[in-house]
């Protein structure tokens, strides 16, 4: 066994978990690191009231992470897009649910690319105010693998090869279906109030790195020859995110100013930066995100900003790259990001086993944002320390660290349901 795993096994009791080796797990060799400070304008000036962050500061903040993390939008991109109901029943999930299967194309109606929807709503007679407050997020697999119910189509684009999910040479197949049900819980969301609305992340950019060639990249010029500082895949799945709000503002069983982001991993660092750039999102939930989520890059614990850029070289824009093993000169941190979602509720999880991830990281980055809540009179963590696993804390900036690896499952959901409904005053 390696040195590092055996650290990883020492430390975090349970499993076999290995993470990728070379990589710091050891809290003792975190260096000492100083973070930009959130409330301090480029000018060195204090920010002291919500209008001067409202104004100023976030505005400055944003233009940072476009800039130097997640790239901005291309000039030529427009966002239209035209909706076709494919299909619905109001017999779903045993009948307690109503299903929609919505394309939205972002063109040509038609014609590629194009965004499928599979909605899951609780049936009409239990909508309170006709209509439900809603999690939406992207999926990594296809929209069959969230779902039992044969209705909904096996996608045939481009898929990643997983084994575990049983998807090879870059294709989906019926062998799947469902085996993402853990991680959605749509009759869970179902029978406590809420819709389900995702889609399958590949719908809007393929996920590796091909310059540009596919997904909506074809679509607008300036994508195929992109500058340093405009969208890499994560502004990419965080721009398609953004379609499915602007479709959500025009289907009227869906509570838009109730729509509540997540996203695991990659998708939950897209999770948190669509949740930045569109303040529509009303809650923001990030399971797992890791670096370049919600974990700080100068902790430089587990994933580091050099390896997810040699790794994923498509994810973030080609600025990002002048911080490998230099993240000390970022000029922002990932708690700032945290804080683009305030004054909205955020809440970000983490799992024992996933220190790739950095839980700690993730942690500080709430606790760190906490400030700009309380700039609204908000509370964020609530606590400094970290808390001991499957205990959930905080107010506006919700925390776990639950038993178990890198995934979101039922404890995930169960906390997510609560913070929801808490925020959304459900109860
Ligand atoms: C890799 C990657 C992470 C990412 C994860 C995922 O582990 O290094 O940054 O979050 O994949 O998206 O599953």
Request: hydrophobic share 35%; glycine share 8%.
């Amino acid at each position: 066994m390696k040195l590092i795993t055996l650290i990883t096994v020492l430390t975090f009791g349970a499993g076999l978990y290995a993470q990728p080796a070379g990589y710091n797990y050891d809290e003792s060799k975190v260096p000492e690191y100083k973070l930009p400070e959130v409330l301090k304008l480029a000018t060195g000036r204090t920010v002291m009231s919500v209008s001067q962050w409202q104004e100023k500061r976030r505005p400055e903040v944003l233009e940072l992470f476009r800039k130097h993390v997640y790239g901005r939008i291309p000039g030529d991109v427009d966002n239209s897009f035209i909706s076709v109901l494919q299909e619905e029943s109001n017999q779903a999930l045993g009948g307690k649910a109503i299903r929609r299967q919505v394309r939205l194309y972002l063109k040509v109606k038609g014609e590629s690319p194009y965004i499928d929807l599979l909605i899951y709503l609780p049936k009409k007679e239990l909508l309170r105010d006709g209509s439900v407050p809603i999690f939406t997020g992207l999926n990594f697999n296809g929209n069959h693998t969230v779902t039992l119910e044969k209705q909904v189509p096996v996608h045939s684009k481009w898929s990643r090869n997983d084994p575990r999910v049983g998807h090879k040479d870059n294709r989906a197949n019926e062998g799947s279906r469902g085996v993402k049900i853990e991680r959605w819980q749509p009759e869970m969301l179902v029978s406590q109030g809420f819709g389900l609305a995702t889609a399958y992340y590949g719908d809007i950019d393929p996920d590796f790195d091909d310059g540009w060639k596919n997904g909506i990249h074809t679509l607008f010029p300036s994508s195929t020859k992109l500058k340093k500082d405009e969208w890499g895949s994560i502004a990419s799945w965080a721009w398609g995110l953004s379609r499915m709000m602007d479709y959500f503002e025009t289907d009227e069983d869906i509570d838009h100013q109730r729509v509540a982001l997540t996203g695991l991993s990659r998708l939950g660092k897209t999770a948190l930066w669509a949740g930045a750039e569109d303040e529509r999102f009303a809650i923001v939930i990030s399971t797992d995100s890791g670096c370049g989520g919600a974990a700080l890059s100068r902790r430089v614990f587990g994933e580091t900003v050099k390896r997810i850029n040699t790794s994923f070289p498509h994810w973030f824009c080609d600025n990002f790259n002048q911080y490998n093993d230099a993240e000390h000169h970022l000029p922002v941190d990932q708690h700032m990001l945290v804080a683009l979602i305030a004054p909205r509720p955020v809440y970000i999880a983490s799992a024992i086993e996933d220190v790739w991830a950095d839980p700690k990281g993730e942690f500080v980055s709430g606790l760190e944002a906490s400030p700009v809540y309380e700039l609204f009179g908000k509370v964020g963590t609530g606590t400094a320390e970290h808390p001991p696993v499957d205990n959930p804390i905080g107010d506006y900036v919700g925390y776990h660290m639950r038993s178990g690896d890198h995934d979101a499952n039922r404890f995930d959901w169960e906390q997510y349901i609560r913070f929801a409904k808490r925020h959304f005053k459900l109860n």
